[in-house]
Nanobody
Framework: EVHLVESGGGFVQPGGSLRLSCAIS????????????IGWFRQAPGKEREGVSC????????LYADSVRGRFTVSSDKSSNTVYLQMNSLKSGDTAVYHC????????????????WGQGTQVTVSA
């Protein structure tokens, strides 16, 4: 069972920054970190979960939701099996629980059919 743990959430004022981490361990048999696409998703209270960003298995494809493009940056560190989401110029509308997910298929912002999910980390943007 692939294990994902998010960290880095917290409380920040509008205009501030946070960096979320998604540490991945215990890969499926015969697969490694390089085989997984990793997506970032968020869910605010009373709203549906939405895709925020995604990085492909070898890092050559990076996708962003329109609402975060230019403010958020996804990256990966193979040496630590960790994917990061750098979030700058945060707005109150970014407040949500952020989850990362892993899958052996392609990078996409749709939240359907992702195989493995982390428990999430809360991000609160407020004055």
């Amino acid at each position: 069972e692939v294990h994902l743990v998010e960290s880095g959430g917290g409380f920040v004022q509008p205009g501030g920054s946070l960096r979320l981490s998604c540490a991945i361990s215990e890969f499926e048999s015969d697969f490694t970190f390089d085989d997984y696409a990793i997506g970032w998703f968020r869910q605010a209270p009373g709203k549906e979960r939405e895709g925020v960003s995604c990085i492909s298995s070898i890092g050559n494809v990076k996708l962003y939701a329109d609402s975060v493009r230019g403010r958020f940056t996804v990256s990966s560190d193979k040496s630590s099996n960790t994917v990061y989401l750098q979030m700058n110029s945060l707005k109150s509308g970014d407040t949500a629980v952020y989850h990362c997910a892993a899958d052996l298929t392609w990078c996409r912002l749709s939240d359907t059919s992702w195989e493995h999910w982390g428990q999430g980390t809360q991000v609160t943007v407020s004055a």
